[in-house]
DNA sequence: TATGAATGAGAATTCATTCAT
DNA sequence: AATGAATGAATTCTCATTCAT
């Protein structure tokens, strides 16, 4: 019954919201984020949103499309971007595999900053909520697939990456920088990520951690 | 309030459990690994398990005492058993740290999958219920840091270990294999893991995905 | 934890009732009156008053919060009331003690017997309940002892009452009147007071039950 | 149904308690003295008492029963008793009706405190449960009414008490005695009496508040 | 005699949702 | 467009009671 539901949300354009619906959307999201969805009641969200329950079921209809309007829309901004303004821009001006992996951490983790609470209602949901997962998993993986295993061929034609299956460097990468901002923004819950801490997942996803001195 | 609950069952030596309590075990830790903790009644528990509500409060208490009680004590057993028996006896045996990081991973990963169903709670509600995080993550985070730094050092003695600092170290491989587990168990949820995919694990944590011949 | 609920809702200017929510009321004061807040339950409640049990909590929240909606504004109504129009007017028209006690009485069984089941409610609470007890005898006394001693010391200055500590007499009637309106309203469940009673009572107050004239 | 239990357990012998038995009784008096038959679970006694529920159900088959099986023996033992010991005895020795008041008030008040949580059951369900006071009531009135009618009486003849019915001047004591009773052990839970109260009593219930040289 | 184990029937409370205004 | 009022269906939890051992 739901599985539909993403896609509907994901090609309607989101019209633009009145101050009430704006409202709603972010105690929505920052409740959601702390608290998990199944773990917060429409009354709460009512409240925050300083909106009457009534109106959050007229606008949504139910709380579950309620969280997918919160996500997709999101979810539609964040990873397609990826392709156009940080792969293409990044590859073309002949950057180092090393600059790309900067460039392209510390485009991520900013864009994650700056909506942390949604990242965290979809990392926490994703986790969580099979409905949600069967709906966007495959989605994310579709777009990221698509944008990044060219990045890899290409890498890998100047010689700059080992020579293995293309999918099997981008599901190293996905688990390492999936396990990064999961404990980072969900775990720990960080506010900020130091420049330090991306100098040391780019130098682990390039080198790992051997010696490469000891033969 | 719960913050003792923690600290209470992982001192507590379980008694012995009659046959119906098996089953409310089971039946929760199954649904629980489904359908995760807040979306699962106790009601489910009970028809699941053929016992009444009534039992299971009468044996837990409350419900978030049942959950603790399925989790504490598998992760007392998960994690102080990773220093003899595993680090412990591979380090002894005078193994490469390839051979170690294989070892490890295999031995992990054949644990989760025979506790499949308890790491998926585990994972699911670190990711989603705060007390729960509050209260185990700092005690997983201890108890590995205190078997893992000795083998991080030790390696790097014997020169096969990147000069890093070891808590660095410590981080990326807890990141990384976080993400391998999150992802295969939860996300996936996977009923097995291939030797490849190991290998391509301990490839990419001893080397990344640079190609080394790039000069 | 409850102890603010009873100034809460001292202090709160009641609104207007809905139709259902006058039907929860009545229904809610004629079962604690009958078989006490114990063992009355909210289903029990909903049921007489035709409403469903949700819309009791939405209304007040909790059942004891109920109970102090119930009570509360009445104990408010009924002890400062007798202060200005009771007591001053009674003594400004120059009334003899018995007058005072005969008029005093007659008056506050008349609003006894209009308020009967609310009185139960409140005396059966009183005695069986510590919260209640707690939060409302103090009121009680002190609202009282501030309308009555100034009386009290009026008619000793007038000679017509005898020279004991004006507390004395204050704590005398308060036992006989408790005892009163104890048993009438709430041992006995007598539905009106007849005047030959009240005459009894006025006497017994005024005289005691010793044979004047034997000395 | 339960109309014929008090009348069994009357007269029934009660037999002697075990150590077990015994230490039943005191907890469910002091708990149900606490905080009242109805919120008081046989759980709780069970875990104040030291014993299994089961043990209690064993023994009084019902937690009505148990109420009954501690109030009922006391009762008995309370206002009989009061005949021959306390009225008997005092009227032969030619005592005054002032006398008398005082002795009775006193020997009343030290069986009250000796007895006191039992007392402060008796007197909550009395006021709250309507089974215990539609067969105690009654039986009090009657056991009471058949020792207090005649000293009344004999006072009268005496000339010592005021020339009113009879019963009319048992009611007024009951009252006030009642009243008496219920607050001090009760409302006030007061542990002990001062002489003076016991003073202030015997002489209101003699004399009234008149000032008696006011004509 | 004593009790550990189990439970059916309720209890208070919560929740997402509807609808008339 | 917004909401106050209302609720059916759960939900967690409690309770008095039973019974096999």
Do not use: C, W
Not at 74 to 91: D, L, N, T, W
Not at 200 to 214: K, Q, T
């Amino acid at each position: 019954m739901s599985s539909n539901l993403f896609q509907e949300i994901l090609l309607s354009n989101a019209s633009k919201l009145s101050v009430k619906q704006e409202r709603i959307v972010e105690a929505a999201i920052q409740l959601f984020a702390e608290k998990g969805y199944s773990n917060t009641s429409t009354a709460e969200i009512a409240k925050a949103a300083e909106v009457s329950e009534a109106s959050i079921f007229k606008q949504y209809g139910t709380k579950e499309k309620l969280l997918l309007h919160l996500i997709v829309p999101r979810v539609k901004e964040f990873f397609p971007v990826m392709a156009e303004e940080v792969i293409g821009s990044i590859v073309r001006t002949n950057s180092s595999l090393e600059g790309f992996l900067r460039a392209f951490l510390q485009n991520r983790v900013q864009f994650a900053l700056e909506n942390k609470d949604i990242l965290r209602v979809l990392i926490k949901e994703l986790v969580y909520k099979e409905e949600i997962k069967k709906e966007i998993l495959p989605y994310l993986a579709d777009v990221a697939a698509s944008r990044l295993l060219p990045v890899i061929e290409l890498f890998q034609e100047r010689g700059e990456l080992a020579q293995l299956p293309p999918r099997t460097v981008m599901r190293m990468l996905f688990t390492f920088i999936g396990g990064f901002f999961a404990s980072r923004f969900v775990l720990l819950n960080q506010d900020h990520v130091t420049n330090e801490e991306i100098e040391d997942a780019v130098r682990f996803m390039l080198d790992g951690i051997r010696n490469p001195s000891s033969d």
